[in-house]
């Protein structure tokens, strides 16, 4: 005789009973019923370390799934996860932030999926214990003053499971104006839910004895705070996964950029029908060229372009053969470019203390709206 | 512009103000080059006078992808910066453009040692994109919001694909147009009572290709209707748009895979409103089945109500799965396969041979006589011999034929949902009277009570003479299947005996005449 027992997990958001300064690293695991928590599948042991298992879901919800060959996407909807918070309110204590939560700020521009150490800073000497960037908890092991409020961390990632990412600013998500230290991304003691924690649905079949047989699977992206609900409740919305995939946008109003005062043109095709620029060239300064491509290409706090960072940049703009970047530039007609190049250009201003830096990308021309082409493409 | 003089430019350009150096190492000793005066310099007049004084331009970025749709559905959905740290090939976007979906919950899988090993049915994404169509050019515009929805549900549609997630929590592509072998058969709990859903139905095609350069809008439009289909409402047509340009899709050899198959496949699926069917299995059961979305399944229930009266068996497909945790039980919804039954490896859409209705001979409430000729046929009709026996088999081993004109009214002039010809058989048993006149033959077709809603009371209710035409499809060798993008490399051959005949109303012939326009 078999038995099922459902589980839920919020990749990368701890135990709420345990203490904060000295966490395991354990996947937790909200189930509605006792679960052997060894012999589970190897994708809930977390640095080493098995899963947590806490009976505390009350009411199961059900998790659909539709598509059709006339519409192909299918859809998981959103879903409502109820949980039974005890009467010391631990829950409610890892679930819900306050706008006095201590945090610091990111002063890196990139955090490779590997990268151990992070520069931060803040108001206060960092504690030891976990803590969050985007839906990714870290876990700080040790750190180093370097200069006032400004802390070099060695830090372990993917510490409550959870998949380590890339953590980089977002130049189209500043705020106007934005382009120092404002810049930064906040590091949180506590969930911050807006970064959207992916989380696993997991049904457990059990044998006679209790122990796992299989289970079956379905993730899903954490929508909002978890939310109280007629006391000792707490309901979590969750967004199945193929709804959060179908649902991101590809492109952004903002990476529509206006230009200020730019030079264009270089090689020129003059034929019968006029003249059109072949090859031109376009300088975007920091913050254009920042929210242009939506890749940070200064550190937060300061204003100088990272020349390793726009090489880095145009590397990975390039990489794939099979995919071209191209450049839109309407000025009443619509011009299409081909980027070709990507270049962090300096140069000296009236002062030999005043360098001036700009991003220029060389074009190249694809089509013009009145007609003219290169190479027979159209 | 061919022919035109290039000139040089940037000395005009490059002129007054500060001195440039090339070089990527941050602030750097100026060097004695080119000088610039700043000014936004509109392209057409690069040969004028800079005008600092012109409205600055907008810009904005925007990418060619040239890969497969696997590729393409894979780079979307997992790039997050571009850095491909995982080294598979897929995280080649900047900027937040891709979806940023951790590979680990994408069933990418790798590729199979050789793309004729891969099985038509697989839900290993980088395996299905060894058999998936070419490369095709698709063009973003990054300055406006698109949903990825938007675009993966046109890919889907136009190759055949569904998405969704796997047992094991990945999401996949998954291909509904290819045999699936073995099929799972169902368990359904008992005491359900399955009530079928109506999907709306299918009754044109509207396909766009080739692409504007300037505001990446389609170029060129086709729509096909099914002949003797008018009045096709908004529901009743999909939108397909097709990556390739104006004159590839001009062309019968490369549209073919696109064009031909698509429609073949919507028609033969979404032609007649389908039924879908809710069918509850316990919840063990559809673990160790392992049956997921897209899988093809066999079902039966001899209570439940089809358009062809009471009682239902075949292939299905898994259309949507719906896990209820409390209940134990998983709520599955089933398409009926039309594309993965034996029969469906004739290719429908080629010239086939068939046979028109000359003469109903009597009728009563359940048995039809028909004076039947051989399209083009102008000898005399020799059931032993032509196309292989087909006909002297059927006879012989009392086979079916299987009528499906998805609630086409014979006349062809409106649609009539629930006709009573949808999905019916007509049998051909050792006690037909059976005789050839000439290029005719004469059968007896019953249509089984069973199978039809009321009693057939006019000869019009399933043919009109001289117009209504029994088509048979094409039988198709092995190594026509191995061409076939309809038919996976490894299916099996049409077994001799069995075989549809497609009925179609009159004008709505289909096969390679299409119907263009509206």
């Known amino acids: 005789m078999t038995r099922a027992v459902f589980g839920f997990c919020i990749y990368g958001v701890g135990n709420p009973y345990e203490d904060p300064f000295s966490p395991t690293p354990a996947i937790v695991l909200y189930t509605n019923g006792e679960l052997p928590s060894t012999g589970l599948p190897t994708e ?20 659909n799934f539709g598509a059709s060959p006339r519409n192909p996407v299918g859809s998981g909807g959103t879903i409502t996860i109820r949980l039974t918070d005890d009467d010391q309110g631990k829950l409610g204590q890892l679930f819900l932030t306050d706008d006095d939560s201590e945090f610091w700020q990111f002063q890196e521009a990139k955090l490779t999926p590997t990268g151990t150490s992070i520069k931060m800073k803040g108001v206060s000497q960092p504690d030891q214990q976990a803590f969050y960037i985007g839906n990714e908890a870290f876990f700080l092991e ?237 | ?203 044109r095609l509207n396909m766009t290709f080739g692409y504007n350069p300037i505001d990446l809008s389609p170029q060129f439009q086709r729509a096909f209707r099914w002949l003797g289909v008018s009045n096709v409402k908004p529901e009743q047509s999909q939108d397909i748009r097709l990556y390739i340009d104006g004159v590839t899709a001009a062309q019968t050899t490369e549209s073919s895979p696109y064009m031909e198959k698509l429609i073949r496949v919507y028609y033969k699926m979404f032609g007649g409103a389908p039924f879908v069917y809710p069918v509850s299995v316990s919840m063990e059961d559809y673990i160790t089945s392992g049956a997921e979305f897209g899988d093809a399944v066999t079902w039966s229930d001899p209570s439940v109500v089809t358009p062809s009266g009471i009682g239902i068996s075949g292939a299905f497909f898994i259309v949507g799965v719906d896990l209820q945790y409390e209940a134990g039980i998983v709520n599955l919804l089933l398409l009926e396969n039309k594309l993965t039954s034996q029969a469906q490896n004739q290719q429908q859409g080629f010239i086939s041979p068939g046979f028109s209705i000359d003469k109903v001979i009597d009728i009563d409430s359940t048995d039809v006589y028909l004076d039947l000729s051989a399209i083009g046929q102008t000898s005399a009709f020799d059931p032993a011999n032509d196309w292989d026996g087909f006909i002297d088999d059927m006879i012989t081993k009392g086979e079916k034929f299987q009528i499906d004109n998805y609630d086409q009214a014979p006349s062809g002039s409106k649609e009539i949902p629930g006709s009573i010809l949808a999905h019916c058989q007509i049998v051909l048993d050792g006690t037909v009277r059976y005789k050839t006149i000439g290029s005719r033959v004469r059968v007896r077709v019953r249509v089984p009570a069973a199978y039809h809603r009321g009693p057939i009371t006019r000869a019009s209710d399933l043919f009109i003479p001289g117009e209504t035409n029994l088509v048979l499809p094409t039988l198709q060798t092995a190594d026509q299947n191995l061409n076939s993008t309809l038919i996976e490399p490894n299916s099996n051959v049409l077994p001799s005996g069995q075989g549809f005949i497609n009925l179609q109303p009159p004008r709505a012939y289909f096969g390679t005449n299409f119907s263009f326009g509206t």
């Open chain 1, 142 to 378: 040790g750190y180093n003053s370097s200069n006032t409020q400004t802390w070099d961390l060695d830090v372990t990632r993917g510490y409550f499971g959870g998949p380590a990412q890339v953590r980089m600013l977002a130049p189209r998500d500043y705020s106007p104006g934005e382009t120092g230290s404002g810049d930064a991304i906040l590091i949180t003691k506590k969930p911050n839910w807006d970064n959207g924690f992916y989380c696993g649905l997991y049904l457990f079949i059990l044998d006679q004895d209790g122990a796992y047989v299989s289970h079956i699977l379905r993730r899903g992206v954490v929508i909002g705070e978890p939310t109280p609900k007629e006391r000792p409740y707490y309901d979590i919305q969750v967004k199945m996964l193929e709804d959060t995939l179908a649902d991101h946008q590809i492109g952004e109003s903002s990476r529509v950029v206006s230009l200020s005062k730019k030079i264009i043109a270089e090689s020129v095709d003059v034929g019968s029908d006029g003249a059109y620029p072949l090859i031109a060239s376009l300088r975007l300064t920091r913050e254009e060229a920042e929210t242009f491509f939506n890749e940070p290409l200064h550190t937060p706090g300061q204003t100088v372009i990272i020349s390793t960072l726009v090489d880095d940049l145009k590397d990975r703009l390039f990489q794939d053969p099979d995919i071209h970047p191209q450049i839109v530039i309407e000025d009443g007609d619509t011009w299409i470019y081909d980027i070709v190049n990507l270049q962090l250009i300096t140069y000296a201003g009236n002062t030999n203390n005043n360098y001036i830096q700009f991003i220029k990308l060389t074009l190249s021309l694809v089509t013009h709206s009145e007609g003219a082409t290169i190479g027979g493409t159209s």
């Open chain 1, 44 to 63: 809930l042991t977390n640095l080493s370390t098995p899963p947590t298992v806490l009976p505390i879901v009350s009411g199961l919800p059900g998790v």
């Open chain 2, 1 to 203: 512009m061919a022919g035109g003089k290039v000139i040089k430019f940037l000395k005009d350009l490059f002129s007054s103000t500060g001195s440039i150096t090339g070089g990527n190492n941050g602030p750097q000793t100026p060097g004695a080059s080119m000088t610039f005066k700043e000014g936004w310099v509109p392209p057409a007049r690069a040969g004028e006078a800079v005008n600092p004084e012109a409205d600055p331009p907008k810009i904005k970025l925007r990418y060619n992808i040239h890969k497969s749709i696997a590729d393409t559905f894979l780079t979307l959905a997992v790039s997050t910066d571009g850095s491909d740290t995982s080294g598979s090939g897929y995280d080649v976007l900047v900027g937040g453009i891709g979806a940023g979906i951790p590979e680990s919950f994408i069933n990418i899988g790798s590729p199979a040692g050789s793309a004729l090993s891969v099985l038509g049915n697989t839900k290993v994404i980088k395996e299905l994109n060894q058999i998936l169509n070419p490369k095709h050019t698709y063009p973003f515009d990054l300055g406006s919001s698109v949903a990825l929805k938007d675009f993966l549900a046109n890919e889907c549609l136009a190759a055949q694909l569904m998405l969704g997630p796997l047992q094991n929590g990945k999401l996949t592509l998954k291909s509904w147009v290819h045999e699936e072998s073995p099929t799972i058969t169902l368990n359904p709990v008992n005491g359900q009572t399955v009530t079928p859903i109506r999907l709306p139905t299918l009754k």
